[in-house]
């Protein structure tokens, strides 16, 4: 068990342009979450995955924020057209849903920062 | 509207005596709360949970208290450590919701002194 891997760890990208983060959870983890934390908060919501399943996005997620996870595996996140707002630390959680807690595990996250 | 409040930014405590960092909640479909811990550069890593039918759950050297009337809940760190020294989030979720969200609250910075 490796843990949550996310990539790229960092990325620098100009205001205008995609980028695209990726996800790998816990092998066995059904569910995958993407939080968005800024500097002096606690990490927010984004949305949310069950299996291959995209069940819930807050209203965080503009419409140039788009999610998939194709096989129920890994997930990414693009962000079309950055904005200097965007610059955060994109953090990536997955949980099993069987147990009956609800305990996420969290990846290190990737810092974006939009010049 | 901050539902999960974490009301002191940082705390200092002395290395060997006890940390207690404080987290305040408005939502009473709360039904089960945690406690991330963060270093630099690193994700937040879960450190210890409570559902709302108990009022105390310990492991090792973190307990944490939970008073549902006050809508209040604490962690408690005995002895303090240097590699405590992190920020600390308090976070809860609805038990009946399906999708397991947890709201955050702004995270308190806990400083070891040697």
């Known amino acids: 068990d490796t843990g949550v891997s996310q990539d790229p760890r960092h990325k620098i990208t100009k205001r205008g342009q995609n980028v695209t983060f990726r996800c790998d959870p816990i092998s066995e983890h059904n569910r995958l979450y993407w939080y968005r934390q800024t500097l002096g908060q606690g990490p927010e919501f984004l949305t949310y995955f069950q299996n291959e399943a995209q069940l819930e996005k807050s209203r965080l997620l503009s419409d140039r924020f788009s999610a998939e996870r194709p096989k129920g595996s890994f997930s990414t996140l693009e962000i079309q057209r950055t904005e200097q707002g965007d610059s955060a630390m994109y953090l990536c959680?997955?949980?099993?849903?069987?147990?009956?807690?609800?305990?996420?595990?969290f990846g290190p996250g990737t810092r974006l920062t939009v010049t | 509207d901050q539902q999960v409040k974490q009301n002191s930014p940082s705390l200092s405590v002395q290395e060997g005596r006890i940390s207690i960092l404080n987290c305040d909640y408005t939502?009473?479909?709360?039904?089960?709360f945690l406690w991330y811990k963060k270093y630099p550069a690193e994700g937040p890593t879960f450190l210890i949970s409570?559902?709302?039918?108990?009022d105390k759950n310990e492991d090792g050297r973190f307990t944490v208290f939970l008073n549902k009337s006050a809508k209040h809940l604490s962690l408690h760190i005995v002895p303090s450590q240097p590699g405590d020294s992190a920020v600390y989030f308090c976070?809860?979720?609805?038990?009946?919701?399906?999708?397991?969200?947890?709201?955050f609250g702004k995270g308190t910075r806990l400083h070891i002194l040697p």
């Open positions: 976070a809860a979720s609805e038990g009946r919701r399906r999708d397991d969200k947890i709201i």
């Open positions: 409570i559902s709302s039918i108990k």
């Open positions: 959680a997955s949980s099993f849903s069987g147990t009956g807690l609800h305990e996420q595990y």
């Open positions: 939502n009473s479909m709360f039904d089960y």
